[in-house]
């Protein structure tokens, strides 16, 4: 079965400061793995995927993430924090493995708050 | 604009009314699927459906139906509601991408927050 943690329910950093934000998976054969982020009151919104090729990621709103194959992780960093990127930060992953489930697997989720 | 849509996006009743909560999406995306998101636990899936008449079990289905009928909507049913489905629910959709629907982004609604009394 795959699996995504998520090990820390909040983060805080200083505006301006870069961040990161954890996710380990497990899953069987290669992973497609996604962070989302929910402002209040709304529904997820897309960042970033791996699927393939080069292990550093980029994505919306200055955010990127490396994908780790032997630590089986796929942390997500940003190298200047603004106040505005404060949300609620989830990892997903999906299995590619033939067989592999259509039902993505989310972490809990990580609270991001960049204090000014 | 590219969206997906919820009705309603509250709603308080009481156990064993019948409710459903309607999903639609403009994006002609052949993939929709339901969540509920609990403290402390993410974000679960609850149905999901690649096309129309081709739905399927997620993680948590128990208590709920879903149907397909066409491509844009995908309501979700709750036949007899009680407490423990009191919850935050997103609808989320996604197009099928080379090699199938595991490596394409989901689109999700802004959720619907329900209280079952």
């Known amino acids: 079965a795959q699996s995504v943690a998520q090990p820390e329910d909040q983060v805080n950093v200083a505006e301006g400061n870069p961040l990161t934000v954890k996710c380990t998976y497990s899953?069987?054969?290669?992973?497609?793995l996604f962070w989302y982020v929910q402002y209040p009151n709304r529904g997820l919104q897309f960042l970033l995927k791996?699927?393939?090729?080069?292990?550093l990621v980029k994505g919306s709103y200055g955010f990127e993430a490396e994908f780790n194959k032997s630590q089986t992780s796929f942390h997500l960093k940003k190298p200047s924090a603004l106040v505005s990127d404060s949300a609620l930060y989830f990892c997903?992953?999906?299995?590619?493995?033939?067989?592999?489930?259509?039902?993505?697997?989310f972490g809990r989720g990580t609270s991001l708050i960049v204090h000014p | 604009e590219a969206q997906v849509t919820q009705n309603p996006r509250y709603l308080i009743t009481v156990t064993g009314k019948k409710l459903t909560v309607t999903c639609s999406q403009n994006?002609?995306?052949?993939?929709m699927s339901w969540y509920r998101q609990d403290p402390g636990l993410g974000l679960r899936q609850i149905y999901y459906?690649?096309?129309?008449?081709?739905?399927d079990k997620g993680d948590v289905p128990e208590g709920y139906k879903v149907s397909r009928k066409e491509k844009r909507n995908f309501p979700l049913i709750l036949e007899s509601p009680s407490p423990n489905q009191t919850s935050l629910y997103f609808c989320?959709?996604?197009?099928?991408?080379?090699?199938?629907?595991?490596?394409?982004?989901?689109?999700f609604g802004d959720g619907t927050r329900l209280s079952i009394l």
């Open positions: 997903a992953v999906r299995g590619q493995a033939s067989g592999g489930s259509y039902i993505p697997t």
């Open positions: 994006m002609n995306h052949e993939y």
């Open positions: 459906s690649m096309n129309v008449e081709a739905t």
């Open positions: 989320a959709s996604s197009l099928r991408g080379t090699g199938g629907f595991s490596n394409q982004p989901q689109h």
């Open positions: 791996y699927i393939t090729g080069d292990n």
């Open positions: 899953v069987s054969g290669n992973p497609y």
